[in-house]
């Protein structure tokens, strides 16, 4: 069973930046697409962005778009989230996820079990 361990949350001011990092267990992840996923109290599971396996294509939610970008670097099977120009409303529990190149998270195969990423104004 793969594993993926989330790390890099925190507590920080606006306009700060972060990276978060997911480590996957095998190495068998990297032939799938990622994703990274967001959950705020009240609000739905959110799409944050998604990566091909090649890493070449990337597509980001509109709301964090030019501030986030998301990569892969497969010689260490991990997936990362560089959060630049954070904002209050970026706060939530971050996930991440493999299996496909989507927006949708029910396309997913594997998750996290998410890192906490509060952004104070």
């Known amino acids: 069973q793969v594993q993926l361990v989330e790390s890099g949350g925190g507590v920080v001011q606006a306009g700060d930046s972060l990276t978060l990092s997911c480590t996957a267990s095998?190495?068998?992840?990297?032939?799938?697409?990622k994703g990274w996923f967001r959950h705020a109290p009240g609000k739905e599971r959110e799409f944050v962005a998604t990566?091909?396996?090649?890493?070449?294509?990337?597509h980001y939610a509109d709301s964090v778009r030019g501030r986030f970008t998301i990569s892969r670097d497969d010689a260490k099977n991990t997936l990362f989230l560089q959060m630049n120009t954070l904002k209050p409303e970026d706060t939530a529990v971050y996930f991440c996820a493999v299996g496909t190149y989507s927006t949708v998270a029910k396309n997913y195969r594997y998750w996290g079990q998410g890192t906490q990423v509060t952004v104070s104004s």
């Open positions: 990566i091909t396996a090649s890493g070449r294509d990337t």
């Open positions: 095998e190495t068998s992840v990297n032939s799938y697409g």
